[in-house]
């Protein structure tokens, strides 16, 4: 990989994780605010997340491989059973909820950070598409991993500590970590590699973003959503 593809990769994992604990912060300091917020933010992130790879990574995918649509319904599978475990597991009482549900964003947040290394091994615009959708829902995910926190009966500063750690900087540990070995791959592998990420962000956005929006329904969230699938065709149409 070329010096200036791991520039945008460190940039976009350390952006990552400044907006995370920038919405962890929010939440803490302007607690009312942050809430009716973070929908706006989820919506245009969803939009964002959808849109790039059904427009770009996917048909990027099955050039390099043929098998990458299955690859990318074991990326989208992959995400059902493990946030169905999760679910499963949350129905303990507050502490074991607390615990096993910042798991599951953990291991989120670093999937976030190989997704990084693997879409601009593709190409810079792949990344970037991907990358903005990412950063953007990170805010939302600080909030919601620093509130999960304090359901787990964690004290608020401890609480802001740790929803960093778990959140925020898991995802440039996932990036660095994956960085070295990208360029060890062959297209046929990159391809069903970029599949499986695919799936994974077809997942985070129908799946996991919008129906938490549907669930908080804010008058302008359908425009939100539309700005982020727009600014997605936008940046493919004009190559920018």
Do not use: Q
Not at 128 to 152: M, P, W
Not at 215 to 230: I, M, R, T, Y
């Amino acid at each position: 990989m070329e010096d200036n593809t791991f520039v945008w990769i460190a940039g976009f994992a350390a952006s990552a994780a400044l907006v995370n604990g920038l919405g962890i912060l929010t939440i803490f300091k302007f607690s009312e605010w942050a809430k009716k917020a973070k929908t706006y933010f989820i919506c245009f992130a969803a939009g964002m997340l959808i849109s790039t790879p059904l427009m770009l990574a996917l048909p990027n995918a099955l050039k390099k491989s043929s098998n990458a649509g299955f690859f990318a319904l074991a990326g989208f599978l992959f995400m059902v059973f493990s946030n169905k475990f999760i679910r499963h597991r949350t129905k303990e009482e507050p502490l074991a909820f607390g615990v096993t549900a910042v798991e599951g964003i953990a291991i989120h947040s670093l999937v976030d950070g190989v997704i990084y290394v693997v879409t601009f091994e593709v190409s810079v615009m792949l990344g970037i598409l991907a990358g903005i959708g990412l950063v953007v829902h990170e805010f939302a995910e600080g909030i919601i991993t620093y509130t999960t926190l304090l359901k787990g009966n964690v004290r608020e500063k401890a609480a802001m500590a740790y929803a960093f750690f778990i959140a925020a900087l898991t995802t440039p540990i996932g990036a660095f970590a994956a960085y070295p070995f990208i360029d060890k791959f062959g297209d046929p592998s990159i391809g069903m590699m970029l599949g499986f990420v695919s799936g994974v962000l077809i997942y985070v956005s129908a799946s996991h973003l919008l129906p938490e929006v549907r669930d908080s329904e804010k008058k302008h969230s359908l425009v939100a959503f539309l700005v982020g699938v727009a600014l997605a065709g936008f940046i493919v149409l004009t190559k920018i």
